[in-house]
């Protein structure tokens, strides 16, 4: 039986043009993670990259940054897993599969082996997110993965926006939620609904309340071109209380989450056992 505890670390990075300098910062990190007792550490979107997706489609970006599974980014993933001893989240990478492209995160065992995919499912396209330029809509389907301390499922990024997305998780059987994310503003740009950072934490603990579910958020940060990465990575409990947040920095947060917990909320407010799905059916039609 998994513990009724585990402890989950993000890695908030900031990338540069130079993948190599890219993926040596993420296994510093993942190792700085492990150290500090992280059983399952999750990598942020598209970390071993810039954020391209801010520019309409370049051309010969598929040639240089859309890889094959397995490829260099996921082996090197492995290895990370391997040698650190921990459950990781590999962020998502650029995946080529024959003619399709995807925006995808690969899960790894610590012993190394590939324990599956999630191809992100909501894309966005909007100004500074031109990512229906580069990646198609996964077809992977919502999946959890069966880790030796908890089941976990991984939504990507705009996933974030989602309920369907994170109650469909919870459904399956997730007890946590990764979300590797990267989210900014854009330079110059009046934020004329609001304060975008704290829209974007406060959704995604409305899905940890209506779950009973932790989530876990792993972000970017730094400047990069016209945007700027706040990260703000944060875990919250099944309740929605935030327990870790990052700042603005690189670095890395650790965070206990109660598995317990997660099931006491579920027993208490009964959220799934009174449901009415012979009511939502709408939610399923096309517009």
């Not at 300098?21 to 510093?28: D, I, T, Y």
């Not at 391997?82 to 610590?110: C, D, M, P, Q, W």
């Not at 809509?137 to 990024?157: E, H, M, Q």
């Amino acid at each position: 039986m998994p513990e009724k505890k585990v402890r989950i670390g993000l890695a908030q990075m900031r990338m540069s043009g130079d993948m190599g300098e890219n993926l040596a910062r993420a296994e510093s990190l993942v190792h700085k993670a492990a150290k500090k007792g992280a059983q399952i550490v999750c990598l942020p979107e598209l970390f071993n990259a810039p954020y391209f997706a801010q520019y309409r489609k370049e051309e010969g970006m598929v040639e240089k940054l859309a890889e094959e599974i397995p490829g260099k980014t996921t082996r090197f993933l492995s290895e990370c897993a391997r040698k650190n001893n921990v459950v990781l989240v590999g962020g998502s990478i650029y995946e080529k599969s024959g003619t399709h492209l995807y925006n995808t995160s690969v899960i790894f065992a610590s012993d190394g082996k590939m324990m599956g995919i999630y191809r992100k499912t909501h894309i966005p396209h909007d100004p500074m997110y031109f990512e229906q330029d580069y990646f198609e809509r996964g077809d992977s389907g919502y999946k959890v993965f069966d880790t030796p301390f908890c089941r976990i499922a991984v939504l990507i990024c705009y996933d974030q926006w989602f309920p369907e997305a994170a109650r469909s998780a919870a459904l399956a059987g997730a007890q946590i939620i990764f979300y590797p994310t990267a989210i900014g503003t854009v330079k110059n740009v009046e934020q004329a609904e609001g304060n975008w950072q704290e829209a974007w934490e406060n959704v995604m603990r409305g899905h940890a309340i209506a779950n009973c579910i932790p989530v876990a958020a792993s972000n970017r940060v730094g400047s990069e071109g016209e945007m700027d990465f706040w990260g703000g990575s944060f875990v919250c409990n099944a309740f929605g209380k935030t327990l870790k947040r990052a700042g603005k920095r690189e670095g890395v947060i650790i965070a206990e989450i109660d598995l317990q917990h997660g099931r006491d909320v579920a027993e208490g407010w009964r959220f799934f056992y009174n449901r009415r799905p012979e009511t939502y059916g709408s939610i399923t039609k096309q517009k």
